[in-house]
């Protein structure tokens, strides 16, 4: 079975502009959630998708949003962003969602800089 | 406010001796508990977990243990392998509200062979 798949995996952008990423779950998860990791902040919760309804959704700001497709592929988008922005950013997938299996399976990952 | 808070950001191991990662917590609300171990350039994959009524959980040479008055959890590692050098990151399922994930900040192993 494939697993988590992200792209793109490394990514340049400048001040002010946006930026899509996206997530291929593995076949038959229905639950995408996604995640920023910096350097001495671990893994940061952005958003839970399920079905293509946000379920759940941390402290970011609204420039961060995400959505599902019925195929469960999700994207998130970042808008005006920031030198701050500048981290790793993981999906997970898991079948059922975080409140029903509490294994999720992590992608590798895009790594995003912000000039 | 770090709910999950892992203290020691880097950890040396001579291969063979034990490993012990600590992680603390202030939330009373988290039923479960797990490890994740990261390589470079991979993401994180699930290791071992315990629900919080238990104290103890083992699955070859990893064990959890949990101690809920103190608001602390342990992975121990034994014997430790030079291929055991990762990132280890704890994270706390929360049930207050919708259930959602919190992760610690990681602790940097590296075994010594």
């Known amino acids: 079975k494939a697993g988590v798949t992200q792209t793109p995996r490394y990514l340049i952008k400048t001040r002010g502009q946006q930026v899509t990423l996206s997530c291929s779950p593995i076949s038959g998860h229905r639950s995408v959630s996604w995640y920023q990791q910096t350097p001495g902040q671990g893994l940061q919760f952005l958003f839970e998708y399920f079905s293509e309804t946000q379920r759940n959704k941390g402290n970011f700001p609204g420039r961060f949003s995400g959505r599902q497709f019925s195929n469960s592929r999700s994207e998130m988008n970042v808008s005006t962003l920031e030198l701050g922005d500048s981290a790793l950013y993981l999906c997970?997938?898991?079948?059922?969602?975080?409140?029903?299996?509490?294994?999720?399976?992590f992608g590798p990952g895009t790594r995003l800089t912000v000039l | 406010d770090q709910q999950v808070k892992q203290n020691s950001p880097s950890l040396s191991v001579q291969e063979g001796r034990i490993s012990i990662l600590n992680c603390d917590y202030t939330n009373s609300m988290f039923d479960y508990f797990l490890w994740y171990k990261k390589y470079p350039a991979e993401g994180p994959t699930f290791l071992i977990s315990?629900?919080?009524?238990?104290d103890k959980n083992e699955d070859g040479r990893f064990t959890v243990f949990l101690n809920k008055s103190a608001k602390h959890l342990s992975l121990h590692i034994v014997p430790s392998q030079p291929g055991d050098s990762a990132v280890y990151f704890c994270?706390?399922?929360?049930?207050?509200?919708?259930?959602?994930?919190?992760f610690g900040t990681g602790t940097r192993l590296k075994v010594l062979a």
């Open positions: 315990i629900s919080s009524i238990k």
């Open positions: 997970a997938s898991s079948l059922e969602g975080q409140g029903y299996g509490h294994e999720q399976f």
């Open positions: 994270a706390a399922r929360t049930t207050s509200g919708t259930y959602k994930y919190i």
